[in-house]
C-alpha cells in the first residue's frame, strides 16, 4: 500500500509538516515496493483560498491508501479525502517522516 | 516555536496594545506579526524600522485592451459584479468592482480582454526595538482583504522565528469573524481574546468564539476595563467557564492605555504600577497555557 | 438622503454614534438606520423596536448534476477561486470559495452546474415610531461580506423612499466592505478618536473616501484624551470637525449596558446638534 507524508522536506529524516492544505511536500512510500518518491507542493503558497482542496486534489491523484499528517486536513480538504477513500492519521506533526512512519506501525497515531 | 495570535472580534477592545505589551515582554525571543492588515497600527508602538519592503499581488482584475475591443458587450452581459459599464462609448472595468473572476475574458470574441494581478499592498520586515522582528503589512485601499496579504506576513514570520530560532510568535489578529481572521487563526497554537464587559464586546466574543472552536485550538481571555460594567464581566466570566476558555486576567479602565500611546510606548513600558503588573502575569500565564497546550 | 458612518479603526464608536443619532433623529422624523458591518453587527443592541420581518439571504452557487456531466473539466478550469475541483469521476462544489461569477455553471456544455440558493445570511427588519432598523448577519464560515452588504443595501433602496434619512453603520476598515458600504452614500461622517491609532486609522479612512469622491466630516470621540493631532490634520485637510464626543467614564458605562447616551447626557445632544446641522 502507498502511505503519503505531508514533510517539511523530501527525506526520511525530514520533520513532518503539521499543515495538510499548505504542506510543502508529500512524501509516498510504497511498502510493497519499497519505493519511496517526492512531490513538491509548495506551488500553493500563493494561493489565498481553497489550498485544502487543491492540494487534497494532488493527492489524490499520487492514490495514496493513507495520509500520514499533523493537524488534520480542513473540512474542505476532508471532503474530498474522504470521497477519495484516502485514511488520515493524525498526530505526526512534531516527528520526522521516519519516526511517523513507526508511530504509524506501533498504531501510535489516531484516526482521524 | 509557538505561534499565539490575539483577537477580540471587536475594534477598540484593548487587541493592540495588548499585543505590543506581550511583544515587548517577550523580548528578542518573540517575533512580531502584525496581521490587522487593514488598520495595522502596532508599528506605531515598536518603533519598526521598515528595512524590507515589497509590494505584494492578490486576486486579478480585468483589463480590456480598447484597440482589439469590437464593442460587442458580451463581457458586460456576462460580468455578475456590474464591473463593465460603457464610459464614452468604450466598456471599462472598474477595478473596485471586479472580482477577477476571469469570465469576461473567456467570452470574449476578439480576447482583448486580459487579467492582471492586482497590487493590494505592501509587507515589511522591520527590526523593532524590543530586540526582535516584526513582519508588518499596509494594504492597499479598497483592497480585497482575502486573507492572502495576512497569509503572507504569517508565513514569513514564521520563517524568520524558525531561522532565529525564536519560542513564540506573537500575532496581533484582524477584527471581525470574515476571511482575513481565518487566515490570523489557521495554524496557531494559541489563542488570546481581549474583550470588553459591553454588551457589544460580549455578543462579538461569542461570535469569534465559534470560529475559534471550528479551528481547535485552545483560548484564554483577558477582560479589560473590567470595572466599567460588573455585571457584563460576570457574564463573559460565567462563559468563558462553560466554555473552558482560560481566564487569564481583568485589566482596570486606566488612562494610562491611551497615554502610553500617545508617546508611541507599549503599556508595560509606560505604566509603573497595577497595569504593568498584571500584563507582565499575564504574559507568563500565556507562555505558560502555550506551552502545555 | 443618506449618510454613512464609518471609520478606519474598530471601537471608536462608531455603533454609539450611528444609534445615537438615528434615535435622536426619530423623536422628529422617520429615519432608517442600517447595520451593514455583518461580521459583527452591533447596532440592534441599543435600538429597541419590534420585529417586522425576517429573511435569509442567499447567495447563487453551483450544484452538480452527476447524470449531465461529461466530465470534460472545463468547470474546473474556468473558476479562479478553485471553488470547482475535479476529483476522478465526480465534480466537488465548495460554496465558501465560490464567488458566484456563474462562469462554470454557464460555460459548462452539458448544463450540468446550474445555479442554485445557499444562505449566507439573514436580515431583519424592525420598526418602532419613527425609526425603521434593519441588521443584517453573516453566518459565521461564510467569509465573503461583500454580497450580504450589496443585497441589504438593494433591500433598503426597494422598501423606502430616497426622501427618509438613511444612516448606514458601515464595517471598519478600508477594504472591499466598507468600499461597498459607503460607495451610494451622499455624504460620510468618519468617527476616530483622538490618538496615534486613531488618527492613523482616521488618515486611511480619508484616503479611502477621497478615492470614492466622498464628502466627509469628522466626529471626534473620547475627546479629551490623548493629544491635538486629529484636530491639526482635520484643518490641514480642510475637514470639517462635527462633533466632539467628550471622553467620560458615564459614556463608557452607558454604552457597555446597552444604552444610549444622548438621552442622559445633555452635553451629547448637543453635539449631535450639531452633526444635524451641519449635513442636513
Known amino acids: 500500500m502507498k502511505i503519503a507524508f505531508t514533510a517539511k522536506g523530501t527525506t526520511w529524516d525530514s520533520m513532518m509538516d503539521p499543515r495538510f492544505g499548505r504542506t510543502e511536500f508529500f512524501l509516498v512510500y510504497d ?10 507542493n509548495r506551488d500553493v503558497e500563493g494561493v489565498a483560498h481553497g489550498a485544502g482542496p487543491q492540494t487534497a486534489q494532488k493527492l489524490f491523484e499520487l ?42 506501525k506501533k498504531n501510535e497515531l489516531k484516526e482521524f | 516555536m509557538k505561534e499565539i495570535v490575539v483577537i ?29 492588515v487593514d488598520a495595522a497600527d502596532m508599528h506605531l508602538l515598536l518603533q519598526p524600522d521598515f528595512s524590507k519592503a515589497e509590494d505584494f499581488y492578490s486576486g486579478e482584475v480585468a ?10 458587450g458580451k463581457c458586460a452581459e456576462v460580468c455578475r459584479f456590474d464591473a463593465i459599464p460603457i464610459i464614452d462609448t468604450q466598456y471599462i472595468v472598474q477595478p473596485l468592482d471586479c472580482e477577477g473572476c476571469g469570465y469576461c475574458a473567456r467570452v470574449c470574441p476578439t480576447n482583448a480582454i486580459t487579467n492582471e494581478s492586482q497590487n493590494v499592498g505592501q509587507w515589511y520586515i522591520s527590526n523593532i526595538k524590543t530586540g526582535s522582528v516584526m513582519v508588518h503589512a499596509k494594504l492597499a485601499i479598497g483592497a480585497d482583504n482575502s486573507g492572502k496579504l495576512v497569509a503572507k506576513v504569517k508565513n514569513e514570520a514564521k520563517l524568520l522565528a524558525k531561522n532565529r530560532n525564536s519560542d513564540f510568535i506573537i500575532i496581533d489578529g484582524s477584527p471581525g469573524v470574515g476571511c482575513p481572521v481565518v487566515s490570523s487563526l489557521s ?3 494559541f489563542v488570546v481574546l481581549v474583550t470588553e464587559p459591553s454588551v457589544s464586546g460580549l455578543h462579538d466574543l461569542k461570535r469569534v468564539y465559534k470560529l475559534v472552536k471550528k479551528f481547535n485550538i485552545k ?25 473552558n476558555i482560560a481566564h487569564i486576567s481583568n485589566l482596570p479602565y486606566d488612562d494610562n492605555f491611551t497615554k502610553a500611546m500617545t508617546v508611541g510606548q507599549t503599556i508595560v513600558e509606560f505604566d509603573k504600577g497595577q497595569l504593568q503588573t498584571i500584563l507582565t502575569e499575564s504574559w507568563s500565564k500565556v507562555k505558560q497555557l502555550t506551552i502545555n497546550n | 438622503m443618506k449618510i454613512a458612518i464609518a471609520s478606519g479603526k474598530g471601537g471608536t ?69 478553485h471553488a470547482v475541483i475535479q476529483l476522478g469521476t465526480q465534480i466537488l462544489v465548495f460554496p465558501e470559495l465560490c464567488h458566484s461569477c456563474y462562469a462554470c455553471s454557464e460555460l459548462c456544455p452539458t448544463d450540468a452546474l446550474p445555479m442554485i440558493p445557499q444562505k449566507m445570511g439573514e436580515l431583519s427588519h424592525y420598526h418602532r415610531n419613527k425609526l425603521t432598523f434593519i441588521e443584517s448577519r453573516l453566518e459565521i464560515g461564510q467569509e465573503q461580506a461583500v454580497p450580504l452588504i450589496s443585497q441589504t443595501l438593494d433591500y433598503v433602496d426597494r422598501h423606502f423612499p430616497n426622501e427618509i434619512i438613511k444612516l448606514y453603520d458601515a464595517p471598519p476598515g478600508t477594504s472591499c466592505p466598507v468600499i461597498e458600504a459607503t460607495k451610494d452614500a451622499d455624504f460620510v461622517i468618519l468617527v476616530t478618536e483622538p490618538t496615534p491609532f486613531g488618527l492613523h486609522d482616521l488618515k486611511l479612512a480619508v484616503e479611502t473616501m477621497k478615492e470614492l469622491k466622498k464628502e466627509t466630516g469628522v ?17 490641514e485637510e480642510n475637514i470639517p470637525i462635527l462633533a466632539k464626543i467628550p471622553n467620560s467614564r458615564k459614556i463608557a458605562e452607558l454604552y457597555s449596558s446597552g444604552e444610549l447616551i444622548y438621552r442622559k447626557l445633555p452635553e451629547v445632544k448637543q453635539q449631535l446638534d450639531g452633526i444635524i446641522e451641519h449635513i442636513l
Do not use: H
Not at chain 1, 491508501?65 to 473540512?75: E, K, M, R, S
Not at chain 3, 432608517?32 to 447563487?60: C, H, Q, R, W, Y
Open chain 2, 63 to 72: 483589463i480590456i485592451n480598447q484597440d482589439e475591443c469590437i464593442k460587442c
Open chain 3, 13 to 81: 464608536g462608531k455603533t454609539t454614534l450611528a444609534t445615537n443619532l438615528a434615535s435622536y433623529l426619530a423623536e422628529k422624523e422617520e429615519v432608517v438606520l442600517t447595520d451593514l458591518d455583518v461580521e459583527e453587527p452591533n447596532s440592534g443592541l441599543f435600538i429597541n423596536a419590534d420585529l417586522v420581518k425576517k429573511e435569509d439571504k442567499f447567495k447563487m452557487i453551483p450544484e452538480w448534476i452527476e447524470d449531465k456531466c461529461t466530465l470534460c473539466g472545463i468547470c474546473q478550469k474556468v473558476c479562479n477561486f
Open chain 2, 8 to 36: 477580540s472580534g471587536k475594534g477598540g477592545t484593548g487587541k493592540t496594545s495588548v499585543t505590543a505589551s506581550f511583544a515587548y515582554l517577550g523580548g528578542e525571543e518573540t517575533v512580531v506579526a502584525d496581521c490587522d
Open chain 3, 219 to 235: 466626529v471626534v470621540n473620547r475627546f479629551g484624551i490623548g493629544n491635538d493631532d486629529v484636530l491639526r490634520y482635520c484643518k
Open chain 2, 187 to 189: 495554524g496557531a497554537n
Open chain 1, 63 to 104: 492514490n495514496p491508501g493513507l495520509l500520514i499528517t499533523g493537524n488534520g486536513p480542513g473540512g474542505n480538504a476532508a471532503t474530498v479525502l474522504e470521497r477519495a477513500g484516502i485514511k488520515i492519521y493524525i498526530g505526526a506533526g512534531e516527528m520526522t517522516v521516519k519516526e511517523a512512519y513507526e508511530a504509524y
Open chain 1, 31 to 40: 511498502d510493497e515496493t519499497d519505493e519511496f518518491t517526492q512531490f513538491d
Open chain 2, 219 to 243: 483560548a484564554g481571555c483577558i477582560i479589560n476595563k473590567f470595572d466599567i460594567n460588573e455585571n457584563v464581566t460576570k457574564e463573559i466570566g460565567e462563559f468563558l467557564k462553560k466554555e
